[in-house]
């Protein structure tokens, strides 16, 4: 009897294995060979599900992006969200996540010459903006902010502030821990 695939398992197995690659040795290091030696599958199995490098590269961050969200949204459900465990969802705060990042720096610089890749880039960033609307609309209406708070700024501000803490602490994870990642943001956004 042939052995049953779970194909999402399985791509979420040669994202895992891209992002580890990309993290420790850079984007000119991925290849589905190298995909393959990390996982353990055969270079034919890698290229049954990714064709190509840039077709792997750009599910790696589309799953990378979507593990981001699955941690921020069930944050989205408190009442008032926490903005520091929110924060805490998508910054670099462990390896794990600095893996992400060191994913998402990597794709920023062919999202420069891509198209298809600026315009995954540009969807992907008002998306982490809307869920941060949302975490501040939520505060708001739990009265934790002044009703006349523009939550629509403080969203693009407060992922503007990500992006620029992320760029120190995967750099300098040793000085920037999550406390002063959080702090930062918040202390920046005036709500500390």
């Not at 290849?31 to 490098?53: D, L, M, P």
């Not at 961050?61 to 008032?80: D, K």
């Not at 996540?97 to 992907?124: H, N, P």
């Not at 975490?135 to 009703?147: D, N, R, Y």
Request: hydrophobic share 45%.
């Amino acid at each position: 009897m042939p052995r049953i695939v779970d194909h999402d398992q399985r791509r979420s197995e040669l994202a895992d294995a891209a992002r580890f690659i990309v993290a420790r040795e850079g984007i000119d290091a991925l290849t589905i060979a190298k995909v393959a030696t990390v996982t353990g599958y055969s270079t034919g199995v890698v290229n049954h599900y990714f064709s190509n490098k840039r077709q792997m590269l750009l599910h790696t961050y589309i799953s990378t992006v979507e593990r981001a969200r699955n941690r921020l949204e069930p944050l989205l459900a408190g009442t008032p969200p926490e903005l520091d465990a929110c924060l805490r969802a998508f910054l670099p705060i462990n390896e794990a996540q600095r893996d992400e990042w060191l994913l998402w720096f990597s794709f920023w610089g062919l999202a420069i010459t891509d198209e298809r890749f600026e315009s995954e880039q540009r969807s992907r960033l008002l998306g982490a903006q809307e869920m941060f609307r949302m975490v501040f609309a939520g505060l708001v209406e739990h009265q934790s902010l002044p009703q006349d708070t523009d939550v629509d700024f403080l969203a693009q501000h407060c992922v503007t502030l990500i992006n620029g803490v992320a760029v120190q602490a995967v750099f300098d994870l040793e000085k920037w821990g999550s406390e002063r990642q959080c702090d930062t943001i918040t202390h920046a956004l005036a709500l500390r």
